[in-house]
């Protein structure tokens, strides 16, 4: 569903694959194949419900802290704040 919503301005950029990857990882950069996916997934938490975005986490076999590591490279790359993700992980790290 995360896919489905982040793809639907665009067409099929974004993969399932390349969400988890990078969810795993804690980082956009972990898309190499695809400059525009890797832009897409900085939106993540700007278009999502946190809880969907947790959701995608434990689906990709990873936890909070790693999804947060992806909210975090996002704001060193200037994507605004998105107070519903902080509120809602802040007890959780």
């Not at 399932?16 to 956009?28: D, N, P």
């Not at 890797?38 to 802290?65: H, K, N, Q």
Request: with cysteine.
């Amino acid at each position: 569903m995360a896919v489905t919503h982040m793809n639907a301005p665009v067409g099929s950029v974004l993969t399932i694959e390349q969400l988890a990857k990078a969810l795993r990882t804690g980082s956009a950069d972990a898309i190499t194949d695809s400059p525009t996916a890797a832009a897409l997934v900085s939106y993540l938490f700007v278009e999502l419900d946190p809880r969907l975005i947790v959701l995608c986490a434990y689906e990709a076999g990873t936890d909070v802290a790693h999804a947060n590591m992806l909210y975090q490279e996002g704001q060193r790359n200037l994507m605004p704040r998105v107070h519903a993700w902080e509120k809602s992980i802040e007890y959780m790290l």
